[in-house]
């Protein structure tokens, strides 16, 4: 049975900032100076997107100090490619399905 994408989660990984953030964060576990540093973002708007990528499921907070460390939570995305490798599955074969006109 074909499952739905979840909106929340696209949504999360439709803006550019966001998306390079989940790259930045498939390579390492990062803390919100790093990601900064290598965004380039100002650390308010960082938070911003941080919290719409927690809020999302994509991304969970492990606290150290004064520091907040944010990695990926795999088990998401690997949801998120099954659920698009459906998808491509269901296009197959609905290439062959075609309803006819009224």
Known sequence: ???SVDPDVIR?????????????LAHETL????LVEETGAKQTNL????????EAGLVETEPCGRFTYYKL???VLAGL??????LAE???TA????????
């Open 1 to 3: 049975m074909l499952t």
């Open 12 to 24: 999360a990984l439709g803006d550019p900032l966001r998306l390079q953030i989940v790259t930045l």
């Open 31 to 34: 803390c919100t100076t790093h």
């Open 47 to 54: 938070s911003n997107h941080m919290k719409v990528l927690r």
């Open 73 to 75: 939570r795999p088990d």
């Open 81 to 86: 490619s099954e659920q698009f490798a459906e």
């Open 90 to 92: 269901s296009a197959r």
């Open 95 to 102: 290439a062959e399905n075609k309803r006819a006109c009224p």
